[in-house]
């Protein structure tokens, strides 16, 4: 699926009905510096605005996530492919998810496990050292492997416009966050809120 391919065919369909970013926005309740992301081929709509996105543009959603008008003999194939690719991808982001979630607790096992022992067996003064040292190595190594594959591992949704999107590492990272939540600048609307995690769109 080129993402790319389909913002250029929804900017072609808006054009053909005459309508603006802004009215097409208008129409489907979102801001319309996302209708410009997708046109831009930075993102795809989310699921639950694919359908009110195709009405109002007159096409079917395997003409949209193909990025082309689908002949009738090709509409099966283009269907299936575009099912197997949305599946693949949600099935990788799930992946990372729970490598994320492994790395993190094995960073927490090794770290502890370094600290007790540096604390509790009698060893010279360089070795608790040389194990203190380790934890925070294995603690650093654990901690930005995780990050890097939660941050790979789905979309954040925005609270206020239900914008999908996918922050950067730098964003990413400073971000307060709980386990399900990360406090985030939607790219939509602009506004910052405590956005969702969500693995599957």
Known sequence: MDQIKTGRFIAQCRKNHGMTQRQLADSLGISDKTISKWECGN????????????DVLGITVNDLLSGQMVSQGDYQ???????????????????NWRLSVIFGVLSIIAVLSLIINAALLNLPVWVRILLVLLAFAAAATGVGAATVLQSKAGYFECPYCRELFVPD??????????????????PGCGKTGMCRHRVAR
């Open 43 to 54: 993102g795809l709509p989310e699921v639950s605005l694919m359908l009110p996105l195709c």
């Open 169 to 186: 590492m730098k964003d990413f990272v400073k971000a307060y966050h709980t386990f399900t939540k990360r406090r985030l600048t939607c």
């Open 77 to 95: 194939q283009r269907a299936e492919e575009n099912m197997l690719y949305l599946m693949k991808e949600n099935q990788e982001n799930k992946t």
